[in-house]
């Protein structure tokens, strides 16, 4: 799906508030959170590649989230794949 933010998914199905946007960055996609319910989230926190959550995510598993459910690299790679 795309907006004039760009091209996005619903990390949480089941939670149509919240959207993560994708882009395709230097060394990788690029991962932007957005929260209708908490605009300031997008402009207090930028892109983020997708090395960074990888090196993260053990830090994220220890307390029970699962940043690979969220950021997902395939479905992020698949949807930048169809846009171009």
């Known amino acids: 799906m795309k907006d004039d933010r760009g091209h996005y998914y619903y990390p949480f199905p ?4 919240v959207r993560m946007y994708v882009r395709q960055g230097e060394a990788g996609v690029d991962f932007r959170l957005w929260n209708q319910d908490d605009p300031q989230l997008w402009t207090e926190h930028g892109w983020v590649p997708h090395a960074a959550i990888t090196a993260a995510g053990a830090i994220y598993r220890k307390k ?13 790679q698949a949807l930048l794949a169809e846009a171009s």
């Open 14 to 17: 089941q939670n149509k508030r």
């Open 64 to 76: 029970g989230f699962d940043p690979h459910q969220a950021y997902d690299l395939k479905l992020a």
